[in-house]
């Protein structure tokens, strides 16, 4: 599968972002998809993920309850809606998918990464 990620870009603190993550290449609903992100000088991070289906969505600490991942079948594509962003939310996020685990819950379970879309938040 391949996986073209965008809707990075340059806000002020306090504000919104949608991601989006589309998929192609094999049927979208076999995968369970993830968004990383990689400060720099930092390691990659788990940020969210979601389950085929989207019953169940995973979140890192930092971000329950600002960001939100979400799944268009139709559309083959992933979300991560992220809203009162902060200036820590700066990073290069990455989509990732995977389709023989039930969640992504670190980077070494990812089988396919997309390429990065930057997020820089002003303070």
């Known amino acids: 599968v391949q996986l073209q990620a965008s809707g990075g870009g340059l806000v002020q603190a306090g504000g919104s972002l949608r991601l989006s993550c589309a998929a192609s290449g094999r049927t979208f609903s076999r995968y369970v998809m993830a968004w990383f992100r990689q400060a720099p000088g930092k390691e990659r991070e788990f940020v969210a993920s979601?389950?085929?289906?989207?019953?169940?969505?995973l979140y890192t600490d930092s971000v329950k309850g600002r960001f939100t991942i979400s799944g268009d079948n139709a559309k083959s594509t992933v979300y991560l809606q992220m809203n009162s962003l902060k200036p820590e939310d700066t990073a290069v996020y990455y989509c990732?998918?995977?389709?023989?685990?039930?969640?992504?819950?670190?980077?070494?379970?990812?089988?396919?990464w997309g390429q990065g879309t930057q997020v820089t938040v002003s303070s």
């Open positions: 990732a998918a995977q389709d023989h685990i039930e969640i992504i819950r670190r980077a070494m379970q990812v089988g396919y």
């Open positions: 979601i389950n085929r289906g989207g019953s169940m969505t």
